[in-house]
Each structure stands twice: as structure tokens, then as C-alpha cells.
């Protein structure tokens, strides 16, 4: 069993940066591939970014591209989040996952119970 815990959200105005912080404890963190999903209101759960087990490949979906960075610290047990030039659509419910597979694709076993993400416009 993996237990994952998420910190770092809050309220941000548009153009602002935030870093989520994601702990993980319960097995060995590095042999997790590790990843962030968001889930706005009344919207479908969607994925966000990914990394594998060493911290070499890391995947991002296309809303987020060039804005979010993926990067974990196996030494530390966590995965961070560094969200940057944030806008009103990325407001949501961010949720830290873990994974047997270190690449994608990916099944995602355990799942973190969120941090609020509100951007202000």
C-alpha cells in the first residue's frame, strides 16, 4: 500500500505560480512511476503530467505544456508540481497518483486526496 498526501494549493491570481508537493510513504517510492491528475467542477477527471521511476521521462498533457513541470525526489519520497503562468481553466482538484509501470501508458493504483488549485481572474 502507498499512501500519497498532497500540499501546496491555494487561491492565485492569473499569471501566478504555485508548487504542489506530493508525499508518498508506505512502499519504495522509486519504484513508483509517479504522475498528477486535476479534476475541475462539473468536468471529467483529466490527467496532467507524468514521471517515471528515475526522474529521466516526464509526460504532460497539451493544456499544461510549457507552463507545469513534473520532478520528484527519490531521497525525499515526494513528487512536485511546479505550476507556473496559471489561468482561470486550471483551476481544480489536483490529485497525486502512483503507478506500477514507470512509463506510460500507466495504471495508476493509488490516489492522494487532493489539494485545491483556485486561480483568480
Known amino acids: 500500500q502507498v499512501q500519497l498526501v498532497e500540499s501546496g494549493g491555494g487561491l492565485v491570481q492569473a499569471g501566478g505560480s504555485l508548487r504542489l508537493s506530493c508525499a508518498a510513504s508506505?512502499?519504495?517510492?522509486?519504484?513508483?512511476?509517479m504522475g498528477w491528475f486535476r479534476q475541475a467542477p462539473g468536468k471529467e477527471r483529466e490527467f496532467v503530467a507524468h514521471?517515471?521511476?528515475?526522474?529521466?521521462?516526464?509526460y504532460y498533457a497539451d493544456s499544461v505544456k510549457g507552463r507545469f513541470t513534473i520532478s520528484r525526489d527519490n531521497a525525499r519520497n515526494t513528487v512536485y508540481l511546479q505550476m507556473n503562468s496559471l489561468n482561470a481553466d486550471d483551476t481544480a482538484v489536483y490529485h497525486c497518483?502512483?503507478?506500477?509501470?514507470?512509463?506510460?501508458?500507466?495504471?495508476?493504483?493509488?490516489w492522494g486526496q487532493g489539494t485545491q488549485v483556485t486561480v483568480s481572474s
Open positions: 514521471i517515471t521511476r528515475s526522474g529521466s521521462s516526464t
Open positions: 497518483v502512483a503507478s506500477r509501470n514507470s512509463g506510460l501508458p500507466a495504471q495508476y493504483d493509488y
Open positions: 508506505g512502499r519504495t517510492f522509486s519504484n513508483y512511476g
